[in-house]
């Protein structure tokens, strides 16, 4: 097991800016700015249209590497907006929030999953001797055609902890092996959950993020850090990983943790995820040292400290991806015309690099509030 253990300061901003961002307010926001005229933003799909930008949607996962591409190819897609005759947004930290829960959605079935493989593993791993794909309940085992966690990744996590006990149980009367799953094996699944579903297979995914503040005492109350510690702290083991990897991931462990097993409710296991699984995504650990070396091989210093931007030392606030990806929205059209007149490149930036960036900007904050 949709990470690093540090210890974050985030202000009642930051915070706010990702309270209750959701994938439909994303995909609402992609649709209200005019995206949709080069990108393809129905639902389910993760790709642009035949003739547009030829890119996807959801190519990068975190939102460092959402605004390290948004960066990267800002310059053309100001260009193709004027061309359209659409206008550059503006994007708020909470806009940015709702972005990558749209973009995270798209990551719910990733390794792309596929219905058809989803029915053979359904039924090789044994799962189709109790849930049934439609009709009475085997027991109590709720049918497939019913299972919410096809469009809720939160539900799915929880799901996964809480029904280990009953499931082991019953896997013992029959006799059955414990079944490991890959997250391909997974995401196979849930599309054939989705095709048989009783609702309409094409509903979006229905992600909420998780709140930032919280999990610590969820994490302490249900005893996770009891066993997760040192290299097994739960932050590091979700480092990178999609929702559907942590759920694969606890089915696979579900039976080595059953002694003082306790049920997390799915608005728990909400706050829970916010703790060790989104805090690194809003604000990821860097290298302040390099982050520095970077802002000035890509000439942001020529600009930031006697130019006629900021300098990035007297800019209140905390410092995160969120905020990043409003700047460049905000302020990038203006920062590409003054970078034109003065002859410097469009710099391009890695996901490394924005977090390596980010964590030297909060350096730089810090060091001023240190010295007042």
């Given amino acids: ?84 005759g659409v206008p550059v947004p503006r994007i708020s930290e909470e806009d940015a929030g709702n972005l990558f829960a749209y973009f995270a959605s798209l990551r719910y079935f990733e390794p792309m999953g596929d219905a058809s493989r989803g029915k053979r593993a359904f039924e090789a791993k044994g799962c189709a001797g109790c849930h049934t794909q439609s009709g009475a309940q085997a027991g109590r085992a709720q049918i497939i055609s019913k299972w919410q966690s096809t469009s809720d990744p939160i539900s799915l996590v929880s799901a996964m902890w809480n029904h280990v006990p009953q499931m082991n149980v019953e896997m013992a009367k029959r006799r059955m092996k414990w079944p490991l799953l890959k997250s391909q094996d997974l995401s196979d699944i849930l599309v054939y959950a989705r095709s048989v579903s009783a609702g309409n297979p094409q509903t979006p995914i229905q992600l909420e993020l998780p709140p930032l503040e919280g999990g610590e005492a969820s994490l302490e109350s249900y005893g996770c850090v009891t066993c997760h510690t040192g290299a097994n702290v739960l932050g590091r083991q979700m480092s990178g990983r999609s929702l559907t990897d942590i759920a694969a991931e606890m089915w696979n462990h579900g039976p080595k943790m059953l002694q003082n097993r306790v049920p997390i409710p799915p608005e728990e296991m909400r706050s829970l995820l916010g703790a060790v699984w989104f805090r690194q995504f809003v604000h990821p650990q860097g290298n302040a040292a390099r982050g520095e070396r970077i802002a000035a091989s890509k000439q942001c210093l020529s600009c930031h400290t006697s130019g006629p931007g900021p300098d990035f030392g007297t800019l209140d606030g905390s410092w995160s991806v969120l905020r990043l990806t409003s700047a460049l929205w905000k302020h990038g059209p203006a920062m590409l015309s003054q970078m034109q007149s003065k002859h410097i490149q469009w710099p391009h930036f890695s996901a490394s690099q924005i977090q390596d960036l980010i964590a030297w900007l909060g350096s730089q904050n810090r060091s001023r509030t240190a010295s007042r």
């Fill in 1 to 84: 097991m949709r990470i690093l253990c540090v210890s974050f300061a985030l202000t009642g901003m930051l915070s706010a800016a990702v309270a209750h961002a959701t994938a439909e307010r994303g995909r609402e926001l992609l649709q209200r700015q005019g995206c949709a005229a080069c990108h393809d933003i129905g639902p389910g799909s993760s790709t642009v249209s035949t003739g547009a930008l030829r890119r996807t949607l959801n190519r990068e996962y975190s939102p460092a590497g959402l605004t390290a591409t948004m960066w990267n190819h800002a310059p053309e897609m100001w260009a193709a907006m004027a061309s359209a």
